[in-house]
Each structure stands twice: as C-alpha cells, then as structure tokens.
DNA sequence: GTGGTCTAGACCACC
DNA sequence: GTGGTCTAGACCACT
C-alpha cells in the first residue's frame, strides 16, 4: 500500500488483484484471501476490501459466493498462452537492465512506455 | 483528463507535464503553457491547474517567473542523452508491437512492466 | 423508508429516485437535492444517500459532477409521452378503486400486476 | 429466485407462497412441496426454505403439523370471490397490453402501481 | 459547500 | 465464518 501515491487504497487493491489475474498468479475459479485476512496482513480496513472486491465483481474479474468467498470468475484470465507471456516477460526485464544502466529511473521507463502505447493508439 | 480513474485532475496534469520532461519533449528554459490556455483547452478548473504547477515546482521540476510564465527549470531533465533514449524507445515500441500481436492490451501491458520493476528492486 | 420490509434502505432511495424519473416528475438535466438535505429530511446516514446515487450513476440513471451537485442524466427519461402517461394513470386509478371496493389491499393488487407481466413474459 | 435483487431468498420465497394464497392458486387446507423438494427444484439452502416457512407460519398464512407436511391455513385465503378476482385480472391484463404497446417496461407499471397506491392513500 | 474516501464498530443474511 | 449493510465522524479533492 503506498500511502503517498495520491491513490485510493481501494483502487490500489483492485490493481493488484487485477494484474495478478493478468499475469496468471491468479486463475479463473481459484479463491482470494478472505477480506478479514487481507485485513490481518495489509492493515487496511474491511470496507476497504470489500470495496474493492466488489468493484471487481462490477468489473466481471470476480466472483463473489455468499457465504463461501469471493473467487476469480470463469471467463477473467489471461488474453495470451502462459509460453509467450513468458518469453515477453523475458525481453522486457532485458531491456528493463539496459535502461537501468543507462541512467533511467522506474518513472522514466513507465513514462516511455505510455508514450510508445499512445503512440500505437495513433497509427491505428 | 481521465475522470473515472480516481485519479486527482491536479495529479494527471502533473504526470503528463513530468512524463513530457523526462521524455524530452519539454527541455530546459522551455516556457508552459498558462493557466488559463490550459483551462480553455483541456476545460479542468483553473484552481487546478495552479495547483499541478505549484506541486511541480515544490518538487523542483518547473521554476514560477512572476509576469513572464512558468517555465522548466534548468536544473530538471532527462537523466539519460537523447541518443541512448531513442535507441531505448525503439526497442521498446518494437516490443509494444510483439506484445500487441500476441493478444496483450496496453493494461497487459503495463502490469508487465510493473512486475519487472518490481522484481528488479528486489534483486537489489 | 420502510425499515420492516427487509430491503436495505440505500436500494429503496434508488427505488423511489428511478419511480420519480420513470414517472417524469423528475426530467433529464435536473438537480438532485444534496445528499445533506436529504439527510436532514429522511434521517438516514449520508453515505446511505451518496451509495444510492453512486448506484444510480452506475445504472446510468444520475450523473455526479464533483463539487456542483447530482443530475438526471441526459439520456435517462419516460419512455413514453407525457400524455399517454397521464391516460394510462387515470385508467390505472380507476381500476384500483374498484379493486379497493372489492375488498383488495395494495399487497392483492401488486401480486395481480406481477402476475399479469409474468403472463405477459411467457406469451412471448 | 432473483440474486441480484438485494432482496434475501427467504423473503422472496415468502412473497411467492403469500401472492399464490392472495391469487387464489394455493387455497386454505393445500399442501405446500417439502423443503427439500423445493432445495430440489431451485438450489436454495434447506434452512433457507424452512425460515420462509416459520416465518409464514408466525405470520397465520402457513400451518405446519408435524410428520404430515405445510399446509394453507384455513382462516388465509382470498379478500375476494373468485368470480370479481378474474375479472379484475382481466381488466388489468388488458391495461398491461396497452401500457406494453405505449412503450412501457414492466418496472414502468409497477412504478405507476405503486404511485397510484400512494395517492389513494393520501386521499383517505 | 459539493461529492468521495477512510476508519471504526455493530448487526444481519447466508452457508 | 462468509460477505453485506448501517451508522458515525473525520479528512480530502473539486467548484
């Protein structure tokens, strides 16, 4: 939880849950931390969590079962094979190190990277 | 403006104008637009506005010239040459592109990044 | 607010608010009373209101503006004209009326109307 | 059984039962379907089933004896003669057909249902 | 002064 | 024990 990022815990949340399921630490039908837990672990308060699940579910990434927990929804998952996801992670952490050593920061390679996808958006 | 991304107004104007810095595409001594150029553009309050370049200036990117203007300060810029930036941002966008055929959205995208940071950090 | 209905009081406030705008007594483009005022008329906490027009705003019914208030949205009305309306009303009351003569409470007659959509959905 | 209604299953299932007494379908002295007949047919926890029963049961529509099932309980039943209850029926399904040509949506009705109730209220 | 969020503690419905 | 709601009071961002 980063406190100064001007970001709203709940929303902070979400984005976890949502690039977990994105990265495949996450598959469809398993089940996430009870929100009393994350609440044990993060120090955040309840609603928080439940907020942010919730907003999930409005979303169509979870799934929450009376009752029994709130799990990753069937047609939520990863848009590509776990093999390619793989080897794209690979040539990006590359060229994360080169950046590195030539002086970039972590904004600086964010910040490039939003402008190489606006600059996709464009051509299209 | 993104309005439904929780996001402060004030906050996004800062990250656009600190991403352009850093990118280059504002250099030092480089003069910004005014406040209210922006609000006819862009239509956010100007209360806004203010507040985004005096946050910036706090943090030592813009320099505030009472009558004449706000303007990058000599101090703030890229951290990397011109060169070595572009050769990255090739490189980067050639990746965008791989990424994109393979099925990734820009969010994909970014989660990826995010964990390549992520694990670069605590390899240290 | 019915607190014996078993409904939970923010899901009757959007009832009541979406009836008002089904039966145009609130048209697109008008402002909402200030969840404070509708706190200080109904006594019900004001996160109950704003959760309820959070709901609304989600269902496409309101429209939040920071800072100046809530409004119908633009795209959100009657379906229907406002003199069909008024004709169908009348015709309505009328037979209420007669329903009441017979010995009907409200509760008889919504289980009549229930069931006649439900007739209606399986002619289809 | 309607998930997303906010309203709990048991209350739905109350309604249910207490609209078919009201319209006549299930007359004092039937016998209502076994709870786990009823968890047969609609998914519904048992405990779920049995509490609309008491409840039904406190409220003198139900009455259970013991090793031989539910039953309507005679003093429940219809305001209204049959005959009067179908021609009101008719009358109404005729009203639907027309607000359903007029562009109408089921939730329109029920909103000009309960308006005209409040208004025959107000005049008392 | 507008809506929005966070925290805290209590109670409820469901499994 | 699961998620969900209500209430209360404080603080923040925006107009």
């Known amino acids: ?18 690039d977990a399921v994105r990265l495949g630490w996450l598959k469809p039908g398993d089940r996430l931390p009870t929100a009393r837990e994350v609440v044990a672990a993060s120090g955040v308060n309840q609603h928080t ?10 979303a169509g990434v979870l799934e929450v079962r ?13 848009s590509a094979g776990a093999g390619v996801l793989t ?11 080169i950046a590195h050593q030539a002086g970039l920061d972590d904004e600086d390679m ?13 051509k299209k």
């Open 1 to 18: 939880m980063d406190r100064a990022g001007g970001m709203p815990p709940y929303r902070q949340l979400m984005l976890q849950v949502r």
């Open 49 to 58: 969590v439940l907020k942010a699940y919730r907003e999930l579910e409005l």
């Open 66 to 78: 009376q009752g029994s927990g709130t799990f990753v929804k069937d047609s939520a998952g990863t």
């Open 87 to 97: 080897e794209l992670q690979q040539q990006l952490e590359n060229w994360v190190r």
């Open 110 to 122: 964010k910040a490039l990277l939003s402008a190489a996808l606006a600059r996709k958006v464009s």
